[in-house]
């Protein structure tokens, strides 16, 4: 069983920049592709950025393409999650996730574990 706790999320202001953090436990991380999603206020939960088992694979949705970077630590359990130029449109909850396999996916139901979300709010 894989548990995810993320941490990193805030308020700023426009144009400022966080760094989300997700810690995983409970199995060997380096067979997970992990992956971020975002779900604002009435709206389905939306891909944001994923990155292979060994790093060396990342995708973006376009909305945050050059504004975000996704990074793992694999010795550390940890996959990153920073983000620039922050837009008061990036305002959502962010949620860590977890695939057990080789394809990065960008959809949410290819996703098999998930954290339980970490507010980051964009001033404007």
């Known amino acids: 069983q894989v548990q995810l706790v993320e941490s990193g999320g805030g308020l700023v202001q426009a144009g400022g920049s966080l760094r989300l953090s997700c810690a995983a436990s409970?199995?060997?991380?380096?067979?997970?592709?992990m992956g971020w999603f975002r779900q604002a206020p009435g709206q389905d939960r939306k891909f944001v950025s994923a990155i292979s088992r060994s790093g060396g694979t990342t995708r973006y949705a376009d909305s945050v393409k050059g504004r975000f970077t996704i990074s793992r630590d694999n010795r550390q359990n940890t996959v990153y999650l920073q983000m620039n130029s922050l837009k008061p449109e990036d305002t959502a909850v962010y949620f860590c996730?977890?695939?057990?396999?080789?394809?990065?996916?960008?959809?949410?139901?290819?996703?098999?574990?998930w954290g339980q979300g970490t507010q980051v709010t964009v001033s404007s």
């Open positions: 409970g199995t060997t991380f380096n067979w997970y592709t």
């Open positions: 996730t977890a695939s057990h396999g080789i394809v990065v996916p960008t959809t949410a139901s290819e996703y098999g574990y």
